[in-house]
């Protein structure tokens, strides 16, 4: 029985909005704050308004439950951290501020917290540190404000914050902390904490509150699951308290839908768009529970199919004690409103919701619901029916070794070849000319002959320092996924689309709608342009199929791996009219090869075996002569270096340097059985690796792997740096190299 006497609660809701402003005005205001032309007070000023527009805007879109606490100035993992007091010693100091951004980006004189993805999605959050140690102290400051400035405008919210057991389950320890200790283990303090941050809600006349625990739709131990009994056993044995909602998201609860059903939480958040739990199980588990309903999905931009929505909603009610009508997850993960995409093609318009449309379907079907008969409803047809299929064919290419043994005869190059990752810094001349060509100041051959040029500097500057394989530097992208997305059929790109990725960094993912088709060659003139001046090798650059899928919005109409297909038949063409052009070496990037990885253990390996299937579709077509190399940048590549090794690519680079050579401690590194070139510096930062450092790391590599089969690079493209920095940074690498090849 609930512990406490609780209002019920209001019928629709959204469990997070997005909180970057429709103009992205919070970014402009952290950023001006961080270059030091903003004041705090002029920052907070700005939050404040983008709070205020948010609450007035849910309002008046019709919704009844509105969430406080889900702004945030960086990240809302951060923030639940701070509302524990969880703050490293070496960041405290200055003002809450200033230690907020410096645990979230560093200052000065402190590295920052680790950051990370969250779950499947394109968002990082901060990853708090938790030891031992750690001494923990309710922090209700930023959730109390938040609810009396929405009272002060004469809203009541309901305060959200990270549950005890996702948020300990994601932190880490501390260097140093004893072996064995996991950050679970203060499981106890916290949830003291959590129970006072409770009562200080309570006091201030909070009716609900929201407890978003996505890590349970992972899978879990036992110890982790007894973690969740014993979490909310006690919270929700307080006496004062607001009424308790746990939301899930992401996934199904599988296993601890029962757990969380038998504590003496009153509402319960499920996502009916990812989960697959069937309504029935739904209904026995949480019977006495209030369910909040997650069936607009907070993840995709397409309209929800509505009967369908309604079936699953009427069934649910018929079955448990309330049925709320909600979002999947929070509307973090799609751009604010359709509101000025004035761009789009009408037809595809209407299948669209963005946040805003998504608030509007939500109030909808909350109105249809209480219209609706308290029958049980036929069963709705099940769009989703995911039957497995093989996977697809691709041919094979030669073995490695004939395939290296043609390609060193075409291409002759010295041992421990040095090459970049494509791109090359982005200069103000080449800025302004995008900025021109969007204004419609400037003409495409205007625009192009700018290309041109930075084409022909970027191809000096790798002459001159005496770089092996040569790269065009990508000046024609603006971004190695909306590029090719607007050069595909099948995709559409939106003006305002912007996505929050982390902090003040937001995306703008290119949507992709219909069947993809390649209608025309897409780099094939600038990777030409790029040989016609030199006589050395230039690679043709090309982003993989995983990659424009994992960082566009996806119809949901057919499988992903069916959607993954017909982009790899598109980067397929492209591959061969590379070939067919004379360009020798192709690089197809992966960086985004796990993004996709489902959370739960069991689906992990189908989800490999069928990103590796379409990267190899797109790149099995290339004679052996055609040397094929691929990218991935995450510090994680040691992972799934198994799966890295069945792409087949010839050459395979990765980040390396920035981890400290992680990826070289992996076992299966050394059986690695094709090109790798584990990057020796750290392009994320503008200082210029000394000449020691790069030859230590380059001799670590060498310690692991054979050096017929070491390449020399920089852990990713260059085009965040400038000129100077590149310039400065690559002939240290080749100066490097040049002794390291004496002593071969
Ligand atoms: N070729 C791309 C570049 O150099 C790769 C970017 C990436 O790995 N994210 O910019
Ligand atoms: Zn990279």
């Known amino acids: 029985m609930p512990a406490v006497r609780t209002s019920p609660f209001p019928a629709s809701t959204v469990l997070g909005y997005p909180r970057i402003g429709p103009d992205r005005e919070l970014k402009r205001a952290l950023e001006r704050y961080w270059d030091g032309h903003a004041t705090a007070d002029e920052l907070r000023q700005e939050g404040a308004r983008v709070r205020e527009r948010t609450w007035r805007r849910l309002r008046s879109l019709g919704l009844d439950a509105l969430p406080s606490n ?48 969250w779950f499947d999605t394109n968002y990082h959050y901060i990853v708090p540190e938790i030891g031992p140690d750690t001494v923990f102290r309710p922090v209700p400051d ?36 004893p072996k064995g200790f996991r950050p679970l283990d203060r499981l106890g303090d916290v949830l003291d904490v959590y129970g006072r ?6 006091a201030e006349g909070v009716g609900w509150t929201q407890l978003d625990e996505p890590a349970l739709v992972a899978d879990r131990t036992g110890a982790e699951l007894d973690a969740v009994r014993r979490a909310y056993e006690y ?32 509402a319960v958040g499920v996502d009916l768009v990812r989960g697959r739990t069937p309504v029935q199980a739904l209904g026995e588990e949480l019977a006495l529970k209030t369910v909040v309903a997650g069936v607009v999905s907070g993840r995709d931009v397409w309209r929800a199919g509505r009967e369908r929505a309604l079936a699953t909603l009427r069934a649910l009610r018929v079955r448990v004690d309330r049925v709320v009508v909600s979002t999947s997850c929070s509307l973090l993960h799609v751009p604010h409103s359709l509101e000025r995409e004035t761009g789009l093609d009408p037809a595809l318009l209407r299948r669209l919701a963005f946040a805003d449309e998504k608030v509007a379907e939500v109030v909808e079907l909350a109105r249809l619901l209480e219209a609706a008969p308290r029958v049980e409803p036929f069963p709705a047809p099940d769009v989703h029916g995911d039957t497995e299929a093989g996977l697809p064919v691709w041919e094979t290419r030669s073995p490695y070794p004939v395939r290296a043994a043609a390609q060193a005869g075409r291409l002759g190059l010295p041992p ?10 982005q200069t103000d001349e080449l800025r302004a000319a995008r900025a021109a060509l969007a204004r419609g100041e400037l003409p495409v051959t205007g625009y192009e002959d700018r290309v041109r040029v930075e084409i022909e500097r970027a191809v000096r500057v790798q002459e001159r320092l005496g770089l092996d394989v040569l790269v065009h530097g990508e000046p024609e992208r603006n971004d190695m996924v909306q590029y090719f997305a607007e050069h595909l059929d099948g995709f559409a790109v939106t003006r305002h689309g912007w996505v929050q990725s982390y902090g003040s960094r937001c995306t703008r993912p290119p949507i992709l709608h219909g069947d993809v088709h390649r209608p025309a060659p897409i780099t094939v003139r600038w990777a030409e342009y790029a040989r016609s001046l030199t006589d050395r090798p230039v690679k043709g ?24 297909l017909q982009v790899a038949d598109a ?4 591959v061969l009219d590379l070939e067919a052009a004379g360009v020798p070496v192709i690089q197809v990037d992966e960086p985004a090869l796990r993004e996709l990885m489902p959370l739960r253990r069991a689906a992990q390996d189908a989800y490999l075996a069928w990103a590796v299937a379409a990267y190899r579709r797109a790149t099995s077509g290339a004679g052996d002569r055609t ?23 010839d050459v395979t680079t990765v980040e390396s340097a920035r981890s400290h050579g992680r990826v070289l401690r992996e076992p299966a590194v050394r059986d690695f059985g094709r090109g790798l070139g584990p990057g020796v510096y750290d392009i994320h930062s503008p200082r210029v690796p000394a000449a020691e450092e790069v030859e230590e790391l380059l001799e670590a590599v060498l310690r692991v792997l054979p050096a017929e089969r070491v390449w020399v690079n920089p852990d990713c493209g260059l085009k965040t740096r400038t000129y100077e920095q590149v310039e400065a940074a690559l002939a240290t690498m080749v100066a490097a190299t040049g002794r390291l090849r004496e002593r071969l």
């Open 70 to 117: 889900t702004f945030s100035y960086y990240d809302q993992v951060l923030d639940t951290a701070v509302a524990l007091d969880a703050i490293p010693d070496r960041y405290r100091g200055a003002s809450p501020l200033d230690t907020y951004f410096a645990m979230a980006r560093g200052a000065p004189d402190v590295a920052p917290l680790r950051m990370t993805k």
């Open 142 to 177: 930023k959730a109390v404000a938040e609810v009396r400035e929405a009272k002060a405008l004469g809203l009541d919210t309901r305060p959200v914050l990270i549950g005890p057991v996702t948020f300990l389950l994601l932190a880490q320890a501390p260097a140093g902390a």
């Open 627 to 649: 040397q094929i190399h691929t990218h991935l940048c995450y510090s994680d590549a040691d992972q799934i270096i198994a799966a890295v090794d069945a792409l087949d690519a």
């Open 235 to 266: 919270l929700g044995t307080l006496t004062t308290r607001p009424g308790l909602f746990v939301a899930s998201y992401f996934g199904d609860l599988g296993e601890a839908l029962p757990v969380i059903a038998r504590t003496p939480v009153e």
């Open 197 to 202: 941050l409770l009562a200080a809600l309570a």
């Open 416 to 425: 421990l070849p040095v090459t970049t990752i494509g791109s090359f810094p």
């Open 541 to 564: 650059m090309l982003t993989g199929p995983v990659t424009i899928v994992a960082w566009s919005f996806l119809r949901d109409d057919l499988p992903l791996r069916e959607v993954m």
């Open 571 to 574: 980067v397929r063409a492209e």
